[in-house]
């Protein structure tokens, strides 16, 4: 970040105590490489002296990357970046804003400063989603999957695609719920995306569009837009066979495994720069502005997930350079960020590991890419079932999952269960249970759904992939276990079943491989919930077999 004349200090106990020593409040600046707007505000508010001289004297500034420490961005984010909140030496809100000016930011410190001396600590609030109450449970049945099938028509933009009359952000997970459900509108959206989020001279997708009919384009490329969005083509292929989805995809992959690529990973994202000024010429004409920004975290979710996309695009293709650098990013997430012994995962790689440890997002993530390296490359399954382990027995709490660990400076010690990472995880242990034959691993992601079944009226399209963990719960996953070596018909053809919600398990013929039915070898069998296919030997019987257990 720029420069500033603030003493920030870093996010821990230690600043918390401070505040608490001096009797002063804390000043959160929540932060990100990729955001503009922060760049700004260190270069036009806290670079103005005055005002950094007036927050070192009554305040604690604490500056947070909201990429390396998600947690803190959920209890305390103002709806955007940057956001600048006032707390408690508890970790209380006192107050909050986005985007601060000099002006503004003067002002704000005043009203701050006064209420602190007038109430003090009472003037601090925790958030009602910290409040410890439990989500509203229900049962979980095709209710949900209906409902949620029904908004993508309230919600869809006849006009311009996408869903929502306002910004359009790219929601690969409804487009993939979209794809078995209202496949056209997923293709237009797809195609929308294509045409005005997607940068066409390096490759790679913008993070959203601030407009209904997708201009005002935010051009900043991070790494779980573009991971998400490289998967969600690669399925619109999958079940089109558009040589044109292909393409965007395999481009897609190419800025990930290039422009974002560190060396040992997937970098965590690239800033707007100068935008439409710079994103509008050609290679030659970039070459002649300043480059923008580039984040080189390599983040273990982000990079779970990276690997997931270009696994999926490689086993679709037979893409080569996909399956290679999926394989180097596994090895890094291996060597570096996961704990095989115990399943614990550690947030981010710079030169060294760092941030939290067994934020639910990353666990999910790295549970749901090492079961799908089973079904590409033929391992994986045992680094997906010890992290599993590890997510059940820390995270999951009264039915459903908490964000991490209840522990750390600030609100962290508060639960907070968000629904969406929930999903996250419960899908992810769903494909487990299924590609093990492990019943807890099922049980738990469905005692997780039935967690928030009891306000599914409320959910909108942006949880359409609730609607998609609960149908699998209540219809049941294509499996397809086949006993071969990766790379062989039976295996290609497997992945090539019209279904981007299957498990596929390669090398379920060996002994070392947990699988709940171990076909002989060269053959494979195909499982749906108790019911099984006889041994096939063949594609052409594979497919046969699929469309006759559906």
Not at 239 to 268: P, S
Not at 282 to 297: K, Q, S, W
Not at 365 to 376: E, L, N, P, W
Not at 486 to 511: Q, S, Y
């Amino acid at each position: 970040m720029t420069e500033t004349h603030v003493e920030w200090r870093d996010w821990g106990p230690d600043a918390f105590a401070e505040a608490a020593e001096t009797d002063r409040p804390v000043l959160l600046a929540l932060t990100a490489t990729w955001c503009d707007g922060c760049h700004e505000m260190d270069a036009k508010t806290y670079g103005e002296p005055r005002i950094a001289a007036n927050i070192n004297e009554s305040f604690v500034p604490i500056r947070v990357d909201v990429d390396r420490w998600p947690r803190v961005r959920e209890r305390y984010n103002m709806g955007g970046f940057p956001s600048t909140v006032f707390l408690t030496p508890g970790g209380e809100l006192l107050t909050g804003a986005g985007y601060l000016g000099p002006d503004g930011m003067r002002q704000v410190l005043e009203s701050v400063r006064d209420r602190w001396t007038e109430d003090g600590d009472a003037a601090g609030r925790v958030p009602r989603a910290l409040a410890g109450d439990l989500p509203p449970s229900g049962e979980v049945t095709e209710a949900i999957e209906e409902h949620l099938a029904g908004q993508l028509d309230v919600q869809f933009d006849a006009e311009h695609a996408g869903w929502g009359d306002d910004a359009k952000f790219p929601l690969p997970r409804t487009i993939e719920f979209a794809l078995k459900r209202e496949r056209s509108q997923a293709l237009r959206t797809l195609d929308a995306i294509s045409t005005n989020l997607r940068d066409d001279v390096a490759g790679g997708f913008f993070r959203y569009a601030g407009t209904r009919d997708w201009n005002d384009v935010h051009h900043e490329k991070p790494i779980d837009a573009n991971a998400a969005l490289t998967r969600a083509f690669a399925n619109a292929y999958l079940h089109t066979g558009d040589a044109a989805y292909e393409e965007i995809a395999h481009e897609a992959v190419g800025f990930l495994t290039d422009d974002l690529w560190t060396g040992i990973g997937v970098g965590g994202s690239i800033g707007p720069g100068e935008g439409r000024a710079y994103y509008a010429r050609d290679a030659d004409g970039r070459a002649e502005r300043t480059a923008p920004r580039r984040d080189h975290t390599v983040l273990a979710g982000g990079n779970a997930l990276a690997a997931d996309a270009l696994l999926t695009y490689a086993a679709y293709t037979d893409d080569d350079h996909a399956r290679e650098y999926a394989e180097r990013i596994l090895g890094t997430l291996e060597r570096e960020l996961v704990d095989a012994s115990t399943g614990e995962v550690t947030r981010y790689l710079t030169e060294e590991p760092g941030g939290e440890t067994d934020v639910l997002e990353d666990l999910a993530r790295v549970i749901a890419v090492f079961t799908r390296a089973q079904g590409v490359l033929g391992e994986g399954i045992d680094v997906a079932q010890t992290v599993a382990d590890r997510a059940i027995e820390t995270l999951f709490v009264d039915g459903s999952f908490l964000d991490g660990p209840r522990e750390g400076a600030g609100l962290l010690d508060h639960p907070f269960r968000p629904l969406d990472t929930n999903v996250e995880v419960a899908t992810a242990l769903l494909d487990l249970g299924i590609a093990t034959g492990t019943d807890r691993y099922v049980d738990v992601a469905h005692e997780t759904a039935a967690a928030f079944a009891g306000a599914t009226d409320r959910y909108g399209v942006q949880l359409a992939s609730y609607g998609s963990l609960t149908a699998r719960l209540c219809h049941g996953t294509p499996a397809v276990f086949v006993g071969t070596e990766p790379g062989t018909d039976l295996h290609r053809a497997a992945w090539r079943v019209a279904d981007h919600g299957k498990v596929v398990v390669v090398n379920a013929h060996r002994e070392e491989v947990p699988t709940p039915i171990a076909p002989d070898a060269g053959t494979a069998i195909v499982v749906v919930s108790a019911d099984h296919s006889d041994p096939v030997e063949t594609p052409d019987e594979l497919l046969n077999a699929v469309s006759a257990m559906r």
